[in-house]
């Protein structure tokens, strides 16, 4: 057996399952490794960022610790996030300790969200850690508009870690957040070219997190049009499919691939919510469009030896779970929800 899994303390007594105040069993969890990227994605962050120092950063073996306490308590998904994720130094060696969870039956998957400039190095690792399936942010395939919409962003890199993680064996999932006046005009473009090479497209909508440098009214564009527009082209037949996540999908019959919506603005999807999210720096959000939050940071480093603990206070967090979030955004202004970039909240 591997010595990583046996140096791991066993908690006495079964933990319980996390049950929230609304009856919604969490079985997810989402985990911002970093706050820092390589991009500056416009809707995402401001271009002249702050990042945080290092001491305010879980080190990896506390995110380690406390991702193996919400594995215990249930979480059977669990997806790291950043910023971009692969940025973290030695953020491979998390990968594969908590990759050993799906080998011991305790987690069903591991995934991550990337914006794709490291695949090249890191995906042959990622699979070979139990890495089976990766998002990829790509909202243009136009060379030009993606330098435009990342700031930093190289579109070949991208391209060519998508083709990494293809001979890797990953499973690729595309996202693309649909921006009014930027990409509204190419979706079909990049329908096509997901489905046509065996990835599947999710569409989300810009969401109003964080003060960035451009007016997100005039980007707000509701997906309810994006799928009439679509519509008109395609054959689309609503899909069952869930992963666990807010998308509600479809199929198209000219490709045969899936597109997944993403609306938390034109459609609440809070009824079923089965995540909460971790950020870097140890504070639990219960709720994406909520400030509310809880700090694991402080109960980690007071209670180093004592997972007990720990799962007292998630306990506790998750009994506050709002019903509900409440995006806002008119016709007339923006209006930020909560203060936080992404990029600390990890999507």
Known sequence: ????????????????????????????????????????CTYCMAENMTFLPKRDLLTLEELERLCNAFIDKGVRKLR???????????VMQLIRNLGQRIDEGALD????????????????DLY??????????LDTLDPQKFREITR???????????????????????????????????????LRFAHGNGMDLTLIEAMPLGEVDTDRSSQYLPLSKVRRDLAERFTLTDNPLTTGGPARFVTVAETGGKLGFITPLSHNF?????????????????????????????????NPNDDAVLHRAIDAAIARKPEAHDFELDETRSRVAVARHMSMTGG
């Not at 303390?9 to 933990?15: E, F, I, K, N």
């Not at 070979?128 to 942010?137: D, P, Q, T």
């Not at 998508?162 to 001979?167: G, N």
Request: one cysteine or more; proline letters at 4%.
């Open 80 to 90: 790291l996030t950043g910023g971009e994720p692969l940025m973290r130094k030695n």
């Open 152 to 190: 930093w962003g190289d579109f070949d890199k991208v391209i060519a870690g998508l083709e990494a993680a293809r001979k890797a064996g990953l499973k690729v999932k595309l996202n693309a957040v649909a921006l009014a006046g930027f990409n509204e005009h190419e979706i079909p473009e990049l």
């Open 1 to 40: 057996m591997n010595q990583h899994i046996l140096d791991r303390q066993p908690v006495a007594g079964q933990p319980t399952p996390m049950i929230d105040p609304f009856g919604r069993q969490i079985t997810y969890l989402r985990v911002s490794v970093t706050d820092r990227c390589d991009f500056r």
């Open 270 to 302: 809070c009824a079923a919510c089965n995540r909460v999210r971790l950020t870097c720096t140890g504070m639990l959000y219960l709720c994406l469009g909520h400030d509310d939050n809880a700090d694991f940071r402080k109960v980690l480093r007071d």
């Open 128 to 137: 070979a850690a139990g890495v089976r399936r990766i998002n990829v942010s």
């Open 109 to 124: 998957e591991l995934t991550l969200t990337t914006n794709g400039s490291q695949l090249s190095r890191f995906a042959d």
